[in-house]
């Protein structure tokens, strides 16, 4: 079973860019697809980016199009998403869930196994 635990968050100011990281435990990390989600107060939590077990299929939300990019490295059991010209609106939990590959892509919050604790982005105007 993989274990994940978010890092990267922060305070910048509009315009700015911050890196999230996801670190992963486990042998089986390159059989999922990685995923991240957001929640801000009092909203849903909602799905950002995707990135496939072999990290060459990738997704994203149309907020997140042309501004967010999702990476993984199998290797070192690491997924990433770097985030530009971050907007007020981009404040929230973000956080990284896995699904076993074998199912398919999911936008779904419900649909991923595993989930990480959390990292808060705050991005001020």
């Known amino acids: 079973q993989v274990q994940l635990v978010e890092s990267g968050g922060g305070l910048v100011q509009a315009g700015g860019s911050l890196r999230l990281a996801c670190a992963a435990s486990?042998?089986?990390?390159?059989?999922?697809?990685m995923g991240w989600f957001r929640q801000a107060p009092e909203k849903e939590r909602e799905f950002v980016a995707v990135?496939?077990?072999?990290?060459?299929?990738?997704y994203y939300s149309d907020f997140a199009k042309g501004r967010f990019t999702i990476s993984r490295d199998n290797a070192k059991n690491m997924v990433y998403l770097q985030m530009n010209s971050l907007k007020p609106e981009d404040t929230a939990v973000y956080y990284c869930?896995?699904?076993?590959?074998?199912?398919?892509?999911?936008?779904?919050?419900?649909?991923?196994?595993?989930w990480g604790q959390g990292t808060q982005v705050t991005v001020s105007s």
């Open positions: 869930a896995a699904r076993w590959s074998y199912y398919g892509r999911s936008t779904k919050p419900n649909e991923y196994d595993l």
């Open positions: 486990g042998r089986t990390f390159s059989s999922y697809d």
């Open positions: 990135v496939g077990w072999s990290a060459g299929s990738t």
